[in-house]
């Protein structure tokens, strides 16, 4: 592909670019569900094309195309460059990138076994497996199943000599029972909702999963609900399972703490931050057991914001969000990282496919593991009157990231340390500094899972992407139970 | 862009290549680009073509998709061996039928609908526009901002695209379409307004207008004063109309009621909402977009989806529509047919209405008349970040954005800080006190639609956050 990105960068260079880059990526993706003992969808997609970002007079331009002929690329560069010299009509400033030392790499997601090299006659027969055992049970009005495989192969070439190709694999798998009965829909997922867990891994993802082991129970929970008394409302100890609070730091650490947003330059869409430039470690985030990091590299583990180089050839880094409760640092990216006074990007420029420009995206935004041993069950057990809360169901958040509201599955009520019932439609809400000051006990790493949010929505147009979250079950303390019911 | 000539020539070679009993072959693409601004800057400005051609084969009740954006002989001959191989490990379905023919996709739907043609949805000045022409459209925008002494941020959109059809047993679609997009927020130091519109047509938009709108929405409500959550009435703005009831059309679907996931299960026939609420889908409406025909090719017909108050009846893709009428529900859901509403297939989801119209009520209000009527209540722009708490009540949560207001005595007094909503979609649906001549919306929670502000009563409060 060296070839195509000459093409690129001799055309954009020649034209006026002081900067230019390319990305040619090749991406191959399955997707298969099951419904109600039936296959729900099969398909196997393709997708390769090569977008170019230069920068002329000061100002950004971007074209893409899916077309690698000669022609159609040194069109598409040249689109860019007369983009750029539109958005120069309209600016306050140059564009600054900080420097970054150019680089020649080869970098592939580990991965033990391909996942495209497993028969699909084999993963539809897993899926099946699965569905048979939540149907089993009576009360399950509907079930479903699902199975992911991405490969994106891309090869990353600037003007300023960078040289990468790299190759990602990520896999996903899940499952959730519905169960309708009166006036009430109540469901359960497995082993996390909305598609399941996902990580930057191969098949080797779903034979750990232990899918089929968990089926029945996951349904029989799904039935149970309906005979389960309602979530109390008031001010209760919160015990939050590991998927749920990778959702919560999803939103109220990762959205906020990027630096596009918190600069105004998701303000039409995604919206701004709370955490103004201002609240550098300034600001007590949480208590002092909180400790988040974002951290790309594969030492953290395989999350979907695990890669070898970000989307403008920056190596991954780890860096320290919140450090003993006190707030840290943002995510960054060559254009960004001198508004915080930093000499060099954070590493966090991501795209979704070929044809999207590349924005600030989190990376595996995590929350580190308690330091002493402690099991969930063990956190329970020192709980006088609280809630323990799985499974996400609903989530939302305003604008700058403050105020939000989660819905789980399913919760369980604990008295003097104790499991004593189940309850429905369990919700809790609150404000994001408030609530992570409230925390006051962290499981340890054996109760620590690395998360996948494989449907992270940003930018105009909007681009999906996979994020990581690592948590382990955390309590918080006093927090507004109920609000999502109250008076309906 | 592709033509459906250069499709058919596609499809030809694809059929030539395929062992399979049928074959379908979907085309989509277009060229597309967004020029974006913030802080009073063009910060990204974007362009984009791509095509793509999907593969559907089907053997005796097994099927499969494969899809790929590459055209050359290898690119087609590896789709197409991708979609076999993928169908031939199925089991056989019962329920899928064969593909339908041009007769069939005509459609024959059933009392009360109607399968009719659209206008022309494309635009060749639209298709025209320029990074130049939409950098003039955001210098116009960024002036209103500067001499409001406000920041501004949004989009200005342009795009031609294509939808396109074929299958083995002749059927061909084709549908080609436009569409910009003029998006504004001003940002004052502790408050916002916001605007969005969006047309085939861009010599429908005025962005100069969005602008001053949304400046004045900004100025209006600075020094945002809180006020304690609770139980009140709201006027809602058809952009947040939009982002809470899109929430519900997936329900009206055949395939939800069979699955049991529909809040419509058993209440289809009911009374459900206030008798001022008539909803219909309706893709020839001169305000709406996209392309007459679904995800086998079935013309779009137009359907009420609710009349006077009460849930009429559900859309339905073909197999739907038979799997229905052999089903436990088919005496409970009104007409049963075909109505031209189905994701391409193979799909677990069925089918939903994509072109909500409501109706005009039969005395409408401005939303400067619904003020002027209301002692004391909020003036919401637009929602954020909607979410569905309770699948069968239809609760909702989110928050109120970028202008919120408290009206007293017939007069909006002062900006408001933001609300979260815990609301029931039936429930506010029954309470709706007045309603505008229903236009074009846009917002970022749902797809477009043909919706009216609404007065709504006892509309439920349940959080304040801090701006």
């Known amino acids: ?488 | 862009m592709l033509t459906q000539e250069q499709a058919a020539d596609i499809f030809d070679r694809i059929r030539k290549l395929s062992t399979a009993d049928e074959v379908e072959v979907l085309f989509s693409g277009g060229h597309f680009a967004l020029t974006r601004f913030a802080n009073n800057t063009i910060h990204q400005n974007i362009a984009e073509e791509n095509y793509i051609v999907s593969v559907r084969t089907a053997f005796g009740g097994r099927t499969a998709r494969a899809t790929t954006n590459k055209f050359d002989e290898e690119s087609l001959r590896r789709v197409v061996k991708a979609s076999e191989d993928l169908a031939k490990v199925q089991h056989p379905d019962a329920d899928l039928l064969p593909m339908p023919d041009t007769r069939e996709a005509a459609g024959d739907v059933g009392e009360g609908a109607r399968a009719t043609q659209v206008p022309s949805r494309y635009f060749a000045e639209t298709a025209a526009v320029t990074p130049e022409l939409r950098a003039e459209g955001v210098k116009q925008i960024v002036g209103v901002a500067q001499r409001h002494k406000l920041t501004t941020a949004g989009v200005f959109s342009s795009a031609d695209s294509l939808e396109g059809i074929f299958n083995s047993r002749g059927l061909q679609q084709w549908h080609t379409q436009t569409l910009a997009e003029v998006s504004v927020t001003m940002l004052g130091e502790d408050s916002s307004g916001w605007q969005k519109a969006n047309s085939p047509n861009v010599g429908n938009l005025n962005p100069l207008l969005l602008a001053e709108v949304a400046a004045r929405k900004a100025i209006d409500s600075a020094r945002p004063r809180e006020i304690p959550a609770g139980k009140c009435t709201v006027i809602l703005e058809p952009a947040a109309v939009l982002d809470l009831v899109g929430f519900m059309f997936w329900d009206y679907s055949g395939m939800a009621i069979l699955d049991q996931r529909s809040f419509l299960t058993g209440r289809i026939g009911t009374g459900l909402f206030g008798e001022n609420i008539t909803i219909r889908d309706d893709v020839t409406h001169p305000l709406q977009t996209g392309s007459p025909f679904d995800g086998e090719g079935m013309r779009r017909c137009t359907v009420p989806l609710v009349e006077n108050g009460k849930v009429s009846r559900v859309v339905y893709a073909r197999a739907t529509a038979e799997r229905m009428k052999g089903s436990e529900h088919k005496d409970k859901v009104g007409t049963i047919a075909a109505t031209g509403h189905g994701f391409s297939l193979p799909n677990e989801m069925g089918e939903m209405p994509l072109n909500i119209v409501f109706a005009t009520p039969d005395n409408p209000q401005t939303v400067d008349q619904m003020i002027a009527s209301t002692e004391r209540g909020v003036l919401v722009t637009r929602m954020w970040y909607i979410r569905e708490v309770d699948p069968f009540e239809k609760i909702l949560t989110g928050m109120t954005r970028d202008g919120t207001f408290y009206v007293e005595n017939g007069r909006v007094k002062h900006g408001l800080r933001n609300f979260r909503l815990n609301e029931s979609l039936i429930h506010m649906l029954s309470n709706v006190e007045a309603m505008s001549v229903p236009l074009r919306s846009c917002g970022e929670e749902s797809f477009d639609m043909v919706v009216p502000a609404m007065k709504v009563k006892d509309f439920n409060f349940t959080e304040v956050t801090k701006f």
């Open chain 1, 1 to 488: 592909m060296k070839h195509v990105a000459n093409w690129v960068l001799n055309v954009a260079t020649t034209r006026g670019a002081t900067y230019a880059d390319t990305r040619i990526v090749a991406q191959r993706s399955r997707a298969l569900t099951t419904k109600n003992g039936k296959v729900g969808s099969a398909s196997d997609a393709e997708s390769v094309g090569m977008s170019v970002r230069a920068i002329v007079d000061g100002a950004w331009g971007f074209a893409a195309c899916d077309n690698l002929s000669r022609a159609a690329v040194e069109a598409t560069a040249a689109r860019a460059v007369e983009i750029a010299r539109a958005s120069a009509q309209v600016k306050q400033q140059d564009v600054r990138l900080a420097p970054e030392k150019p680089v020649s790499a080869d970098w592939t997601t580990p991965h033990e076994v391909d996942p495209f090299a497993i028969s699909v006659a084999q993963n539809i027969d897993l899926l099946l497996k699965i569905d048979s055992e939540l149907r089993a049970v009576a009360g399950i009005t509907l079930a479903e199943t699902n199975l992911n495989f991405n490969r994106e192969e891309q090869w990353f070439v600037s003007s300023e000599g960078t040289d990468i190709h790299q190759t990602k694999y990520s896999t996903g798998a899940g499952y959730c029972a519905y169960a309708f009965a009166g006036n009430e829909i109540q469901k359960r997922s497995y082993p996390n909702s909305y598609g399941g867990q996902w990580q930057n891994k191969g098949y080797e993802l779903i034979e750990e999963l232990k899918l089929v082991e968990n089926a029945r129970r996951i349904a029989e929970e799904a039935v149970a609900l309906h005979h389960a008394d309602q979530c109390p409302e008031g001010t209760f100890d919160i015990i939050l399972d590991s998927s749920q609070l990778g959702l919560q730091i999803h939103e109220s650490v990762g959205h906020p703490i990027e630096l596009d947003r918190v600069l105004g330059m998701e303000a039409n869409f995604a919206g701004t931050s709370f955490l103004t430039l201002d609240k550098l470690r300034k600001l007590q985030y949480g208590s002092e057991l909180v400790n988040v990091v974002a951290d790309a590299r594969q030492e953290h583990g395989p999350g979907l914001g695990t890669f070898g180089f970000d989307d403008e050839g920056v190596p991954a880094q780890c860096t320290p969000i919140i450090t003993n409760g006190l707030f840290t640092g943002y995510l960054s990216s060559r254009e960004t990282a001198h508004t915080i006074g930093e000499g060099r990007s954070g590493g966090t420029l991501r795209a979704e496919g070929w044809n999207h420009l590349p924005m600030i995206r989190m990376t595996n935004i995590s929350l580190l593991p308690g330091e002493k041993p402690l099991s969930l069950e063990q956190l329970m057990a020192s709980t006088d009157r609280g809630i323990l809360m799985q499974t996400n169901r609903s989530w939302s958040i305003d604008d700058k990231r403050y105020n939000f509201q989660f819905g789980c599955e399913i919760g369980w009520e604990i008295k003097n340390g104790k499991r004593v019932r189940m309850v429905k439609n369990p919700s809790y809400s609150g404000i994001t500094t408030e609530f992570w000051n409230s925390l006051d006990a962290i499981c340890s790493r054996n109760e620590w899972t690395l998360w996948g949010t494989p449907n992270c929505g940003k930018g105009q147009p909007q681009q999906v992407m996979g994020t990581g979250h690592g948590a382990a079950p955390s309590r918080f303390r006093g927090i507004k139970v109920g609000s999502a019911y109250k008076s309906m």
